[in-house]
């Protein structure tokens, strides 16, 4: 980036200092920490300027500067892409761009079309503050005078610090949302059968109510909803998803459980995080809402895929967008900025998506995560994803298809609970989830449940896998398997499991 100053631990400073041969023009180490006397001479033999951040406090004390305020198109950060289709690449965002969001969200809660924060409202942050979603939502909050509080960085103490801080606007990710939706039924399918009764009944009452524009109950939410509820502390009033599609089912549970307003949002590092955003009162589920004032959304026809502006009943095409929000350029690659940003000044996004009768966005698919199997058939990997993992038996999954197969397969991680409790219910004995995940029993049982699934969420026959690869270790982050808001990096996965999906393909051949 040809960075030359950095302000970090010193911990993270010692691996500055070991890489820096391939960063020339780094000059000064800000230590946010104590640093000893043996990290500020090394420091030094590498004529690199060590300081920690207390002197530069007392600096500033003594030698006041002048304020000076930023212009809209100074630059205001640069955001990394996730890196999920190859290596990052830094948007440059000015404060234009972000300041476009702001008012454009704080637009709409004045208008009563979405909730208006105020002063009064907490926010709790647990997504990495490097991303655009949370850069984006802390300055919305702060021009808001609203409060924000930390996690402890524990991802495994989030929901203790979630009792302790009770957020009153909840912002997530559908992965995190998700696990959520899991666990309560899970443990509903663990309680007697009154319990059980009980939460369905009160569930599908509010369904009902909820199609009606209804979500509070003046029993169902004291006598049922209160202990879900507490999970998020008790307050949320409002929940907002983006950073990935989420499925219906798991809107209506969320809205239902919660008695909250759960709004939807979809956007990109390069515009600023929020392209659309779902309105307050719509309680319908399936889109991602219309665009946001900032900025202007049409659909540009993709005829290899068969999607253009003049489909019935619904147009569809590549989603672009132009205006206030849309970033400058990746910083230091404009063969890459121009791949993206045409001469008229669209951002091209590379997601495929549908206008509906109301004009609100669906999101339907996508240009670049598709691939052909040998007979010609589109695979949009994602879709199918999603629809496995909403089966209580999966935690995550990763499905593959070769251009020159015919046939689909898949990486799975079940989920822990869940299998342990189908191995007790079938007299498989006490196995640890490591080894069950080994068990040739398990497979098939897994496989059959998807295909079944998958049949009964209306996938396509050449869409369902036909093979698949059990592993007890989840994709995380620390294994480079997923982005910081938990997207799956398709690449590595396909690189760390290489010999397990040749060894799928394999058997499917010699079947």
Not at 166 to 182: A, C, E, G, Q
Not at 249 to 278: H, P, R, W
Not at 359 to 382: C, H, M, S, T, W
Not at 442 to 448: M, N, R
Request: aromatic residues 8%.
């Amino acid at each position: 980036t040809g960075l030359e100053v950095v302000f970090t631990t010193s911990n993270n400073g010692r691996t500055l200092l070991d890489m820096k041969e391939s960063l020339p023009t780094l000059k000064t180490i800000i230590i946010s920490d104590d640093a000893d006397q043996d990290f500020i001479n090394r420091a030094n033999e590498l004529k690199v300027h060590a300081i920690d951040f207390k002197t530069i406090e007392n600096d500033g004390k003594t030698h006041k500067a002048e304020e000076v305020n930023p212009k809209p198109d100074d630059i205001a950060t640069i955001c990394y892409t996730s890196g999920t289709t190859g290596m990052p690449k830094g948007v440059v965002l000015t404060h234009k761009n972000l300041m476009s969001i702001v008012c454009s969200l704080m637009f709409l809660g004045e208008k009563g079309k979405m909730i208006k924060i105020t002063k009064d409202d907490v926010h709790i942050s647990y997504l990495p503050l490097a991303h655009v979603y949370e850069k984006t939502s802390e300055a919305t909050f702060i021009y808001a005078g609203a409060a924000i509080g930390f996690y402890q960085g524990d991802t495994l103490k989030l929901l203790d610090d979630i009792a302790e801080l009770k957020p009153t606007i909840f912002i997530s990710v559908p992965r995190l949302l998700n696990r959520v939706y899991d666990k309560v039924f899970a443990s509903v399918k663990g309680k007697g059968k009154v319990a059980q009764w009980m939460f369905t009944t009160a569930y599908n009452s509010k369904k009902i109510a909820l199609s009606k524009g209804q979500i509070d109950h003046w029993l169902w939410d004291k006598l049922v909803f209160s202990s879900v509820r507490e999970r998020l502390g008790g307050r949320v009033k409002a929940i907002l998803s983006a950073a990935a599609p989420i499925s219906p089912d798991v809107m209506d549970f969320l809205k239902i459980c919660f008695s909250a307003n759960v709004f939807e949002g979809y956007g990109q590092t390069e515009n600023a995080a929020a392209l659309t955003i779902t309105l307050y009162g719509d309680l319908s589920s399936g889109h991602v809402g219309p665009p946001q004032v900032c900025g202007d959304v049409k659909l540009v026809d993709v005829p290899e895929m068969n999607y253009t502006s003049k489909d019935k009943p619904h147009p569809r095409g590549e989603i672009c967008v132009k205006g206030h929000s849309v970033f400058k350029e990746y910083y230091k690659e404009p063969k890459k900025t121009n791949e993206v940003l045409d001469k008229d000044g669209w951002c091209h996004t590379g997601d495929i998506g549908m206008w509906d009768e109301l004009g609100r966005l669906v999101i339907v698919d996508r240009v670049k995560n598709i691939f052909k199997l040998a007979q010609g058939e589109y695979i949009a990997p994602e879709k199918i994803e999603n629809v496995y993992c909403k089966h209580e038996l999966v935690a995550q999954a990763f499905v593959y298809g070769e251009s020159l197969q015919t046939s689909l397969v898949a990486i799975i991680v079940p989920d822990r609970d869940a299998l342990i409790l189908w191995a007790k219910q079938n007299n498989l004995g006490e196995h640890s989830f490591e080894k069950l995940c080994e068990l040739p029993e398990t497979k098939k049982h897994i496989l059959q449940t998807l295909v079944n699934h998958g049949k009964k969420n209306e996938l396509k026959g050449f869409e369902n896998v036909k093979n698949i690869h059990l592993t007890s270790e989840s994709f995380s982050v620390e294994n480079d398997l997923l982005t910081p808001t938990f997207k799956l990096k398709r690449h590595q996965a396909k690189i760390k499991f290489q010999k397990e999906i040749e060894t799928l393909y394999s058997d499917i051949s010699q079947a």
